[in-house]
């Protein structure tokens, strides 16, 4: 498909952010064209090429085209937890409510699940998911079929799977089609037996990839683990050499000195889950000291099952809102700066360098704000405002790889949300 | 007009909270009937009536009728403010860029900003405001026009007005119409002399009526109160007899054993605003506290100028997860608490007791709640999800006094929203 938009704002977040009025042209999977509002032949004569032929124009009546979101820490499927278990203190309810139904959830169970949760990225803008959850050959599938962009990270541990079995994954999902790719990561250090650990570095040095985990979400973990190993989840992944090709952390708010020397000398990403640290009472990650030390911080929803939802708009407020709070300081943490993490520095750490930015060349991964609802109402600054006032609410259009998967309320990824629901639904009764 | 809601699950509020399917009937701007789905005849039969002749009946597809939420501390027309100043110091903000603004906007401003506002309470749930700004009686023009419920309450301090005009405006007002109502009040300690409090205070006790102010919102305003009387807001207030027929306090963060003692004794409402406490680094107030005491607890979203949009999905998250994360346990303040909060709690301090739950002879302010969309699904626990997971994009319908005002993404209270939008953009214009 080739689809013109125009008549739009655009805030290409491309640095210096601002917000611009133009054209878009999207060419199958890529953008064409994203600048000025000229006349087409003007365009088509100013980047060399015709102009194509438009399968549709979209008339954008002033609204605003930006990247789409990179929820960049998930387990998508847990959406079958939502509010099954809340208010209950967090050890028990992970090991009373959400371990043993895991344990009995089949790939299939995993599928449906996770095409749930595209319907619901969808309506939140997110166009690419950082997912780590139990069946990944499933969960790649899901998403191909509904044209979703995904990053899926090994949540290995003393459980499972082999670490045979993830090797075997890197090699065969990472490269399995355009859309998706395989990181090799770890669930968390408290649940990986020294062994394991091991293993899964003897193969980041292997592959010299990238390494991802749970890392410094409690305060207990990390306890733990100094009685353990005299030292922090991060010290002990970069002692073990997992770090050496750089990665990150998810939630990492009890981080020491030591440890945020370790996340700049390795380009480390932090990922932060501010809702999620919430509810179940974990903390709130330092991101003023992480901006100040120049280390990326990216953004995630976490799974449905402890946050309660997949909504980038509650979660990008919260990075802010917080650290505004923690810092006691209004200045602190720049909405630019959420919005920074919130598409490129999430795009950075996921490996989707090619879809961080709107810009000729780039996959064509975006999302339509509409700015005729009253909470973008006056026109102050378009760009804080969707962090301090945006919600789902404004998401009008949501597009991956050149396709328009959600406009107005309606999905176009193959399947009827009311049969999504069902199945959701009598998977919920299987295990009650 | 006669409406019959049918097909619907319904969440009354009323104790014990459970979600029962049913119908509700709607005559005039009353409700008629609420409860099981039997015939219609089987109905009228069993409330002594006939059946209404329906003007509209309203198949809601196993979606959620729910009381409509109480906003119980804002300051509407400050959406002019949305996103005109962010990410700045509180003291130099408030001083250099919201209070020279205000000194200009005329009843004319406030009456078409309020106007606007008006759209973004409907697209959140909002059937009534507790609103405190300059000029109540364009204000209550602007609601009443609209067909939206609020409670003014005086913002007096010491730029003005003069105390006979707020004796004259609770005269005046209170009864002007059957939407609106107004209430005794004052800006803060800190902005009014004690002279002032004084006046105000005579006027309580004349009246016998109940008194909310802004009260200890920040460290410094406590702080500066015991340096100049030697005691908490709070505890000024209660000494000149402000309290003594009830009222409360907005923000209520920094509050000592004294404090709790007098809003036990009084039976005042603590009103909370945790988005624009968290945006302006004010702090977290003490809601676990709150409950622990048999305090009621209201919620408000506070102007827009600070938090930055009328938000009452984000509110109701806040208040529990900060209270997850302040009191460090995650089964601090349970979501139903917060639904509360949000709706009978708010309405009781607003003075609204016919509008609080969905009952037979209650005005019908309600809303309902889209269970279609993906962040509603699987259907593991309504109530708590609506605080955990939901979002203004649920919102299908508003209905205010019996009329619908907002339905499906269409407003119908009388204005085009992009009328206002033009006018709000022009006065953000002027004062540029």
Redesign the interface.
Known sequence: MNIRFYNARILTMEEPIEVITGQLWVEGERILYVGSDAPEAEIASKIGQDVPVWDREIDCEGNLLMPGFKDAHAHSAM??????A?????QG?LEKRIFPVEGQMTGQDVYELTK??V??YL?SGVTAVFDMYLTPETIIDAYTECGMRNVQVSGINNFGPEPEVMEERFLKLNAKNSLSSYMLGAHAEYTCSMELLEKIAAMVQKYKVPFFAHNSETELEVKECFERYGMSPTQLFDKLGLYDFGGGGYHCIYLDDKDFEIFKKRGLTAVTNP?S?????S??APISRFLSEGIPVAIGTDG?GS?????M??EM?LV???A??L?????????LEVLRMATVNGAKAMGLTDCDVLAEGKYADLIMIDM????M??????A??IV??G???NVKLTMINGKILYEDGRFDIGED??E??KK??A??ERFK
Chains 1, 2 share one sequence.
């Not at 959406?79 to 099954?84: D, I, T």
């Not at 810092?327 to 602190?332: I, L």
């Open positions: 959406v079958l937890f939502r509010s099954l809340d208010d209950e203190p967090l309810w749930m949760s319907l619901e309506t809702a640290n919430l509810k179940l009472a903390g709130i449905a946050n309660n939802c997949l909504d708009f509650r407020f802010t809102g917080l505004k709070y810092d006691k300081d209004a200045a602190s943490v720049d909405a005729h609802q009253p909470n109402q006056p026109i102050n600054n378009i804080k405002n301090y006032s919600s789902k609410q949300p009311e999504l629901y959701a639904n998977i919920a």
